[in-house]
């Protein structure tokens, strides 16, 4: 039973963000790339559900360049069985990223469920998930708060104002997880000794038969946020305070 | 140029965002088609409320497998509606649905998509659309390539409610197939108390808390203001975590992204990661006893003092304007 989780590595939160000098792209250098933290959760699920059922192995892929194979490792330390590496250009965008992941998936398949996480925090796009499900002519559940594993599986999706949609779903299937899934790992440090050396198998985009696709969207032009004006500081007691700020917010910024 | 929304419902009534992207589509001087799914039977009354924004068409798909949601269900009727018509582009509010289903219609229709747009906007008989990216922190023009239909998905509050444009619209029912569905939803829990409330996501005023509210007892002071202007209650990372509030309830990159017209923040330091989901609001009020608080730097008003003091006398204030 194969059991496949995708990852994507993202800068950290932290990052400083830089425009590029074709204010078009991201000046990346110096940034320091870490595991998507959803999809630690997703990690963490594979692995979990590969403890309980025997036989199962966990395969991790990542679409990228060069640079994603370091969060291959971390997956890898967390406990993945295996790792690959699909060489995508830095251009690819959902559409693509999907597609190529959902043939790297179906090579060395057939899976039983694909773990992926709700949301990339460097795009934000929260689509290759249900596109790779699309792809795969596969059934999606994303934002996921909890996976019971029976002959189908029961899913609980959390949706507006905390509600919860629950789901009965077939597998093969891509489930998306969503924070508090589970408490994701640490890797232990012989473990991250022995990711180490653990081999990761390298797909081109030539070995997908996608040579020639592109994406389906690009950027014009990335900008930052406008500076917002200088914070006005109101002063006093707390009710002459009160009585200033309800006042700004009613006569000057309208919005009481 | 042939602009489809689809429009999202729920207890009878059309989404305000849904309703949002009509009143914008009504500006642009597009031909406009609306398009409704749900039970047979279910869909006359809801085509009638997008009367004030007069599409050309509203498109009514009713079928007894689209009477709960499903994404493989949904996202089949929408893309085949989006064929038969030859939209040019497919817009939808940004929301737990859409963002579900929408990337398979993207694929359904070989097409590139950009989700939780904060601006769209027609020009040259094309669609233009900025997305954030990084939480907030760089914003992106998405060049579209020419893709037919250019699909964008678009956050609540941001494009904001047009003025009205009465007409009525043509009705058409779709025969439509939803196809093989796998996965649909089999039962909605609400969670207690939370129901009838605005969502964080949709909701136009937002009161958010911090650690320094001590315990889950204290949000009631941000209840009671909240309560007074109509406004739903937040919470930063460390008062989630530390139990005062449900996760549903966090505001920030690993909670949810807002974008409300006003953000008041009580007793929140302003880490990057909460500034990530609140920074697109429009008017942001924080109060903390550290004049050196980072959310300041952010922020369009700002009071430093105690939150224990300042709430109870903002709440009393609040009352005398708002009727
Ligand atoms: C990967 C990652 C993801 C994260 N995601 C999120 C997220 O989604 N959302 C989020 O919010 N955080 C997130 N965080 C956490 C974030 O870094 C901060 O730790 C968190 O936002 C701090 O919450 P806080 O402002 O309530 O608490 P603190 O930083 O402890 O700030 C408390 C503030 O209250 C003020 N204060 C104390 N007493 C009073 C009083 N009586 N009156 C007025 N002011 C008072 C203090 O001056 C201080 O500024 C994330 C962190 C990481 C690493
Ligand atoms: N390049 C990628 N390689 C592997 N997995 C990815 C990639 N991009 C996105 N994913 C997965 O899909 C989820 C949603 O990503 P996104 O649609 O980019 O927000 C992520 O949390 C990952 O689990």
Redesign the pocket.
């Known amino acids: 039973m194969k059991i496949f989780v995708?990852?994507?590595q993202v800068p950290d939160t932290e990052t400083k963000i830089k425009i590029a000098g074709d204010g078009k792209s991201l000046d990346l250098a110096g940034v320091k790339w870490i595991l998507?933290p959803?999809?630690e959760f997703?990690v963490e699920e594979a692995i979990r559900f590969r403890e309980k059922n025997a036989g199962a192995t966990v395969t991790v892929?990542?679409?990228?360049p060069d640079r994603v194979a370091e969060a291959l490792r971390t997956a890898l330390a967390m406990g993945c069985d295996e790792a690959i590496h699909v060489a995508?250009p830095e251009s690819a965008d959902?559409y693509l990223?999907s597609k190529a992941?959902a043939r790297a998936i179906e090579k060395n398949g057939p899976a039983h469920i694909v773990f992926?996480?709700?949301?990339?925090i460097d795009?934000?796009?929260?689509?290759?998930?249900q596109a790779l499900a699309e792809f795969m002519n596969v059934p999606a559940v994303t934002v996921v708060l909890r996976a019971q594993y029976g002959a189908t599986i029961a899913v609980e999706r959390e949706i507006e104002g905390g509600t919860i949609e629950k789901y009965d779903v077939p597998t093969p299937c891509v489930i998306?997880a969503q924070k508090g899934m589970n408490e994701p790992r640490y890797a232990s440090l012989p473990n991250i000794m022995k990711a180490k050396k653990k081999e990761i198998k390298k797909l081109s985009m030539a070995d997908l038969d996608l040579s020639n696709a592109a994406a389906k969207i690009s950027y014009k032009q990335i900008t930052l946020p406008p500076e917002r004006s200088a914070c006005k500081m109101i002063e006093g007691d707390p009710a002459t305070a009160a009585k200033a700020l309800v006042k700004a917010l009613h006569e000057e910024a309208k919005v009481i | 140029m042939k602009v489809l929304v689809y429009c999202e419902h729920s207890n009878g009534k059309l989404k305000k965002g849904s309703l949002e992207v009509l009143s914008n589509c009504a500006q642009w001087g597009v031909e406009t088609h609306a398009l409704l799914l749900g039970a047979p039977g279910t869909l006359a009354t809801l085509a009638a409320q997008t009367e004030k924004f007069a599409p050309h068409t509203v498109h009514t798909a009713e079928h007894s497998a689209l009477a709960h949601y499903s994404p493989e269900g949904f996202a089949k009727v929408v893309a085949d509606a989006a064929k038969s018509l030859g939209a040019d582009a497919l817009l939808a509010t940004v929301s737990s649905q859409s963002k579900d289903f929408f990337p398979r219609v993207a694929v359904k229709l070989d097409t590139g998509m950009a989700s939780d747009c904060t601006s769209v906007n027609v020009a040259g008989g094309k669609l233009e659309a900025i997305r954030p990216m990084y939480a907030g922190k760089c914003s992106a023009a998405v060049d579209f390539q020419g893709a037919k239909p250019a699909i964008a998905t678009i956050r609540p509050n941001a494009l904001g409610m047009k003025p009205e444009k009465a007409g009525k619209p043509a009705v058409a029912a779709v025969s439509c197939d939803p196809g093989t569905i796998r996965a649909a939803v089999k039962e909605v829990v609400a969670k207690a108390g939370g129901s009838g409330k605005t969502d964080l996501t949709e909701a136009d005023r937002i009161v958010s808390g911090g650690r320094s509210l001590k315990n889950a007892e204290n949000f009631k002071i941000l209840e009671d203001l909240a309560a007074v202007i109509g406004a739903t209650v937040g919470a930063s990372r460390a008062a989630v975590d530390a139990g005062y509030r449900p996760h549903s309830d966090q505001v920030g990159q690993t909670g949810k992204t807002v974008s409300p017209t006003l953000y008041m923040a009580f007793g929140i330091s302003g880490a990057i990661q909460h500034l990530a989901g609140m920074r697109s609001s429009k008017v942001i009020v924080a109060v903390n006893s550290d004049a050196n608080a980072p959310i300041f730097q952010k922020a369009d008003y700002g009071v430093v003092g105690d939150l224990f003091q300042i709430v109870p006398a903002l709440t009393e204030e609040l009352k005398k304007v708002v009727h």
Do not use: I, R
């Open positions: 995708c990852v994507k998507c959803y999809d997703a892929v990542s679409a990228g995508a959902s990223n992941l992926t996480g709700k949301q990339a795009d934000d796009c929260a689509q290759v998930h998306a």
